[in-house]
């Protein structure tokens, strides 16, 4: 089954095309790789389908079913998402952050519990429950970011360069668990500008350039591509 599918979708902001007639599938419980140079249109892709931007024409369908246009509600209920820079609530705690996200998802306590216990202990973060992001470094805000993103079981996950700011020891605890996440059917999509960090997690990749699809293709593919088009160029 398809987890994710992008039909010619096109994004515009005054009138600019940031997106032009992108369509791309990703299988269910697969990672798909989103790379391209710095303003190719990775986040734009990403905004768009959680519908933070307005897309102007095209359809973006979750497990063949749920389609954005005519259900948002139910769509974004499908959706978690992990962005680039930390979102986090300066009036919050940490702990209230899981709570919240736990509340928007309809997470039952108990499992909430459970997952944060876990995730806290991976990430080394037990000791900055009461804390408030203000007090928290860079990474351990990243980190914050990274369980909110990770605590629903939803059927997508839009991660934008997940390894940004991690030290080591997160980074490969997260591919741990995005693995684990596309194992259990979840579908991912991320971004990365370190392809040789993800090879081993995703199976296809598709590559922006100037908001188009340049090209597209099984991961052990790309180097072969990549030396191709840079010797054409
Ligand atoms: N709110 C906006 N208004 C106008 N232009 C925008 C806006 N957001 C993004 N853009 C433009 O859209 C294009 C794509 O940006 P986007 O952030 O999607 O790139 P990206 O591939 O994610 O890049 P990076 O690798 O640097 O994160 C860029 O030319 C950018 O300037």
Known sequence: ???????ELTT???NIKLLDCVSLEVESGTIMALVGHN???KSTLMKTILGML????????????????????????????LPEEPLLLTE??????????GKSYQIEESELLTK????LEGFELRDKLNEYPESLSK??????????????????LLIDEPFMGLDIYAIEYLETLIREKAQNGTTILLTTHQLDRV????????????????????IEDFDTIKRRSDDDS
């Open 12 to 14: 515009k902001i005054r």
């Open 54 to 81: 307005e897309k102007s024409s095209g359809k973006i369908i979750i497990n063949e079913k749920v389609d954005q246009d005519e259900s948002f509600i139910d769509f974004k209920e499908l959706i978690s998402y």
């Open 116 to 119: 944060v216990n876990r995730l």
């Open 139 to 156: 990474g351990m805000r990243q980190k914050v970011q990274t369980i909110c993103a990770l605590l629903p079981d939803v059927p997508i």
């Open 199 to 218: 090879k081993n997690m995703a199976g296809h990749y598709v590559m922006l350039q100037h908001g188009k699809v340049l090209n597209e293709g099984s």
């Open 92 to 101: 919050l705690t940490v702990m209230q952050h899981f709570q919240l996200y």
């Open 39 to 41: 303003g190719a249109g």
């Open 1 to 7: 089954m398809k987890g994710l599918q992008i039909q």
